[in-house]
């Protein structure tokens, strides 16, 4: 097995699939052990408390607490995802376990209600806050899956609601396809045109490029996470399995690539940034070892920032200054010159402190943050942060290889991805410092020939040749940016008036060949990111969809009708086709399949009757006058059609405005296109049918009566293929 081959395979199958949010762990599980027949797993490892007894990571006289608290099941802590409803109080603790909110009937209304909200652990949470990001931030998330955290930077970079386009950016990868793909699922909650997911070896992750006033310069970010995949014992109140799982051999196995990963970050962290470094895990191989061997390495270029005051109310240990290293068979090691050399396969010189004094004492590693399960009913975590004060000494040498591309110049040398593992190496080389042999400030022209050589059309960013990197998992479709002389652009310009600030170049599909179908929007820096990267990076996703096509829609004068994914980075851009609708009027439209003009308010007919057919905004804005009224902006895509109205909004954000809106939806009738809910169940007489409606109204045939009698169209949905109401 290959060097590459080996770090993928460890980072997809030693990280713990659920480390981070509400993963069950795939399978339904009680308490104390399996269900459905399995024996119960006893909570106790005799080498697990020999371990950390003699490291002496829990503070003298609270040994019992921590172990009791690592036997107790893990509270569940939720927090609200989207930036555009919830600017405030994003997290909550409470005392229930996953368990109990599963199963309990008493709590079954609000375990429905957590469908639009994410379970995930609070000690996840606080790496992105450590990050300390702002809206103009470049970020790369290296190890993303299966996301959480990543959607804690995005909102970040959206914290001004009415900027539409923030300056900043977040890449998040993952080396495991199918995670990756886990990974868009979460992101595409938030409707965010800056983010883009990308397929990489986390230890190798390609160096990027960007146009910068016309020349080709290495993107540097601002901020990094870097939480590395980790053996996970932090997590053994959600993950039991770590109880009869759990030895030293998996920190020892781990901590090489965890090294190389935090490395290459280092290498790709701007001058001034930070970079977090995590892992859900007590032990120091993973934890201190890690820091300080990139801290030895970095020859002052990095430092650990002093983050105490950073989360206050927050409990933590500061990081420890010395700790052995112990086999799996319980022998251990005070020192690397103390191991022999049957031994140099498993351990390796970076697990031990360093030997100098004064060296140890200038890290400043008491500065990392531990926190322990017990201090505040929370999982074990593990949190340092770097500042980066000047380039690595490895990026400030004159590259020796004058004339080749920068991606040559790095295939030559060494570099931390190149580090086998458990392979017998000369140690010397494993603590010297990579050498890509590319500076920090150093401008790629040479690769700029490469990617202009005629044979790549313009605006087109597909996936690498497989010469070049090898695919895992599926082919991605290429990222097609619209050119400047499109004739399929004006007709949407001119049907919803938009303003001539709005960026057309950021438009893009995903075919290169026959009808565009959907056409996505990006932020301006993430298209100069894929227009100059597409030999190198493997993108599974990008954009917000903001139009898709209708078959029949060149009858009102525009091809395309308005998705509800992008009406919110779309709307501020558009100045014609929007209809003001009152709260009664969002209940009516998110209930009913085709409500007739005459159901809705005469504020909402007035605005819709001179309105040509077609896709249309819908807006309701709050009455700070009548606080018992929703007090947060709607925005829903809508198609005014010959005498009705509906929506094309997605089933569960459908739900969720109605909840909003202190309605509890009971259940569908899906002939008629009704949505119950505890209001209309209440009134005394059953929601008229729009159906029924336009065949009294003497239009037994007209495309509303129709639209609404498909069995396929839930009230409300924004489903795929389904024409629009003429």
Same mark, same amino acid.
């Given at each position: 097995?290959?060097?590459?081959?080996?770090?993928?395979?460890?980072?997809?199958?030693?990280?713990?699939?659920?480390?981070?949010?509400?993963?069950?762990?795939?399978?339904?599980?009680?308490?104390?052990?399996?269900?459905?027949?399995?024996?119960?797993?006893?909570?106790?490892?005799?080498?697990?408390?020999?371990?950390?007894?003699?490291?002496?990571?829990?503070?003298?006289?609270?040994?019992?607490?921590?172990?009791?608290?690592?036997?107790?099941?893990?509270?569940?802590?939720?927090?609200?995802?989207?930036?555009?409803?919830?600017?405030?109080?994003?997290?909550?603790?409470?005392?229930?376990?996953?368990?109990?909110?599963?199963?309990?009937?008493?709590?079954?209304?609000?375990?429905?209600?957590?469908?639009?909200?994410?379970?995930?652990?609070?000690?996840?949470?606080?790496?992105?806050?450590?990050?300390?990001?702002?809206?103009?931030?470049?970020?790369?998330?290296?190890?993303?899956?299966?996301? +959480?955290?990543?959607?804690?930077?995005?909102?970040?970079?959206?914290?001004?609601?009415?900027?539409?386009?923030?300056?900043?950016?977040?890449?998040?990868?993952?080396?495991?396809?199918?995670?990756?793909?886990?990974?868009?699922?979460?992101?595409?909650?938030?409707?965010?045109?800056?983010?883009?997911?990308?397929?990489?070896?986390?230890?190798?992750?390609?160096?990027?490029?960007?146009?910068?006033?016309?020349?080709?310069?290495?993107?540097?970010?601002?901020?990094?996470?870097?939480?590395?995949?980790?053996?996970?014992?932090?997590?053994?109140?959600?993950?039991?399995?770590?109880?009869?799982?759990?030895?030293?051999?998996?920190?020892?196995?781990?901590?090489?690539?965890?090294?190389?990963?935090?490395?290459?970050?280092?290498?790709?962290?701007?001058?001034?940034?930070?970079?977090?470094?995590?892992?859900?895990?007590?032990?120091?191989?993973?934890?201190?070892?890690?820091?300080?061997?990139?801290?030895?390495?970095?020859?002052?270029?990095?430092?650990?920032?002093?983050?105490?005051?950073?989360?206050?109310?927050?409990?933590?240990?500061?990081?420890?200054?010395?700790?052995?290293?112990?086999?799996?068979?319980?022998?251990?090691?005070?020192?690397?010159?103390?191991?022999?050399?049957?031994?140099?396969?498993?351990?390796?010189?970076?697990?031990?402190?360093?030997?100098?004094?004064?060296?140890?004492?200038?890290?400043?590693?008491?500065?990392?943050?531990?926190?322990?399960?017990?201090?505040?009913?929370?999982?074990?975590?593990?949190?340092?942060?770097?500042?980066?004060?000047?380039?690595?000494?490895?990026?400030?040498?004159?590259?020796?290889?004058?004339?080749?591309?920068?991606?040559?110049?790095?295939?030559?040398?060494?570099?931390?991805?190149?580090?086998?593992?458990?392979?017998?190496?000369?140690?010397?080389?494993?603590?010297?410092?990579?050498?890509?042999?590319?500076?920090?400030?150093?401008?790629?022209?040479?690769?700029?020939?490469?990617?202009?050589?005629?044979?790549?059309?313009?605006?087109?960013?597909?996936?690498?040749?497989?010469?070049?990197?090898?695919?895992?998992?599926?082919?991605?479709?290429?990222?097609?940016?619209?050119?400047?002389?499109?004739?399929?652009?004006?007709?949407?310009?001119?049907?919803?008036?938009?303003?001539?600030?709005?960026?057309?170049?950021?438009?893009?599909?995903?075919?290169?060949?026959?009808?565009?179908?959907?056409?996505?929007?990006?932020?301006?820096?993430?298209?100069?990111?894929?227009?100059?990267?597409?030999?190198?990076?493997?993108?599974?996703?990008?954009?917000?969809?903001?139009?898709?096509?209708?078959?029949?829609?060149?009858?009102?004068?525009?091809?395309?009708?308005?998705?509800?994914?992008?009406?919110?980075?779309?709307?501020?851009?558009?100045? +014609?086709?929007?209809?003001?609708?009152?709260?009664?009027?969002?209940?009516?439209?998110?209930?009913?399949?085709?409500?007739?003009?005459?159901?809705?308010?005469?504020?909402?007919?007035?605005?819709?009757?001179?309105?040509?057919?077609?896709?249309?905004?819908?807006?309701?804005?709050?009455?700070?006058?009548?606080?018992?009224?929703?007090?947060?902006?709607?925005?829903?895509?809508?198609?005014?059609?010959?005498?009705?109205?509906?929506?094309?909004?997605?089933?569960?954000?459908?739900?969720?405005?109605?909840?909003?809106?202190?309605?509890?939806?009971?259940?569908?009738?899906?002939?008629?296109?009704?949505?119950?809910?505890?209001?209309?169940?209440?009134?005394?007489?059953?929601?008229?049918?729009?159906?029924?409606?336009?065949?009294?109204?003497?239009?037994?045939? +007209?495309?509303?009566?129709?639209?609404?009698?498909?069995?396929?169209?839930?009230?409300?949905?924004?489903?795929?293929?389904?024409?629009?109401?003429?």
């Amino acid at each position: 097995m290959g060097r590459r081959s080996r770090g993928r395979r460890l980072q997809q199958q030693q990280r713990p699939e659920d480390a981070e949010d509400g993963a069950e762990g795939g399978g339904k599980r009680g308490e104390a052990g399996w269900e459905g027949g399995y024996p119960e797993i006893v909570k106790e490892n005799k080498l697990f408390e020999h371990y950390y007894q003699e490291l002496k990571i829990v503070p003298e006289g609270e040994w019992g607490q921590f172990m009791d608290a690592l036997r107790e099941p893990l509270p569940a802590t939720l927090r609200i995802t989207g930036y555009k409803r919830y600017p405030e109080e994003l997290a909550w603790h409470t005392n229930l376990s996953r368990k109990i909110l599963r199963k309990s009937p008493h709590l079954e209304k609000f375990h429905q209600f957590l469908g639009n909200i994410s379970r995930q652990e609070a000690v996840s949470m606080i790496p992105p806050l450590l990050l300390n990001v702002r809206p103009h931030h470049k970020i790369l998330d290296m190890c993303a899956a299966p996301g +959480s955290k990543t959607t804690q930077l995005i909102e970040m970079l959206h914290a001004d609601m009415n900027v539409p386009f923030p300056e900043g950016f977040v890449i998040a990868n993952d080396v495991d396809n199918k995670r990756c793909y886990l990974l868009v699922h979460q992101a595409k909650r938030l409707s965010s045109p800056c983010i883009m997911v990308v397929n990489h070896d986390a230890s190798s992750i390609p160096r990027l490029q960007i146009d910068v006033d016309g020349r080709k310069e290495i993107l540097f970010y601002d901020r990094i996470l870097c939480d590395v995949p980790c053996s996970g014992d932090g997590t053994m109140r959600k993950n039991i399995d770590v109880w009869k799982k759990w030895t030293t051999l998996n920190s020892l196995q781990l901590h090489g690539l965890q090294l190389r990963i935090a490395t290459r970050g280092a290498e790709q962290l701007a001058e001034g940034g930070r970079m977090v470094y995590s892992t859900c895990s007590l032990n120091p191989i993973e934890d201190e070892a890690v820091i300080a061997s990139l801290l030895e390495k970095s020859e002052g270029a990095l430092e650990l920032a002093d983050v105490s005051n950073e989360l206050p109310g927050l409990k933590w240990m500061p990081g420890i200054t010395q700790w052995k290293v112990m086999t799996k068979d319980g022998q251990w090691f005070t020192d690397w010159d103390a191991v022999p050399h049957s031994r140099h396969t498993q351990i390796r010189p970076t697990m031990f402190p360093p030997k100098d004094p004064e060296k140890l004492q200038a890290m400043h590693l008491e500065r990392c943050l531990r926190i322990l399960p017990h201090h505040q009913n929370t999982g074990g975590f593990f949190v340092a942060v770097l500042v980066k004060k000047s380039s690595m000494p490895w990026n400030k040498r004159q590259p020796k290889l004058q004339g080749k591309s920068a991606e040559t110049r790095e295939s030559t040398q060494l570099s931390p991805a190149d580090l086998t593992e458990g392979k017998p190496t000369d140690p010397s080389k494993l603590e010297s410092p990579s050498f890509t042999g590319t500076g920090d400030t150093e401008i790629a022209h040479a690769t700029e020939d490469l990617e202009n050589n005629g044979s790549k059309k313009d605006g087109v960013c597909g996936p690498p040749p497989s010469k070049k990197m090898k695919l895992f998992g599926f082919k991605e479709d290429p990222f097609v940016f619209i050119p400047e002389d499109d004739p399929l652009f004006p007709p949407i310009e001119k049907f919803y008036a938009l303003d001539p600030s709005f960026p057309r170049m950021n438009l893009l599909t995903r075919t290169t060949e026959g009808k565009k179908r959907q056409l996505y929007m990006v932020s301006k820096e993430l298209r100069n990111v894929l227009l100059n990267n597409s030999e190198k990076m493997k993108v599974i996703n990008t954009g917000i969809k903001v139009w898709c096509r209708n078959n029949s829609g060149e009858e009102f004068d525009c091809a395309f009708r308005l998705a509800q994914e992008g009406i919110y980075t779309l709307y501020p851009f558009i100045n +014609s086709r929007i209809i003001t609708v009152s709260m009664e009027d969002v209940k009516i439209l998110l209930t009913q399949e085709n409500p007739f003009f005459r159901k809705l308010s005469s504020e909402t007919y007035s605005q819709a009757k001179d309105l040509a057919k077609g896709s249309i905004v819908l807006k309701y804005e709050p009455d700070s006058a009548n606080p018992d009224a929703l007090q947060c902006p709607i925005v829903l895509c809508g198609w005014r059609g010959k005498a009705s109205i509906r929506t094309f909004v997605p089933k569960n954000e459908r739900l969720h405005y109605l909840r909003m809106m202190g309605l509890e939806v009971l259940g569908e009738k899906k002939k008629e296109g009704v949505i119950l809910t505890n209001e209309s169940a209440a009134s005394t007489g059953q929601p008229d049918n729009d159906v029924t409606e336009g065949q009294r109204a003497g239009e037994p045939n +007209s495309p509303d009566a129709e639209e609404a009698n498909s069995p396929d169209v839930t009230a409300g949905c924004d489903p795929a293929g389904v024409h629009p109401p003429r």
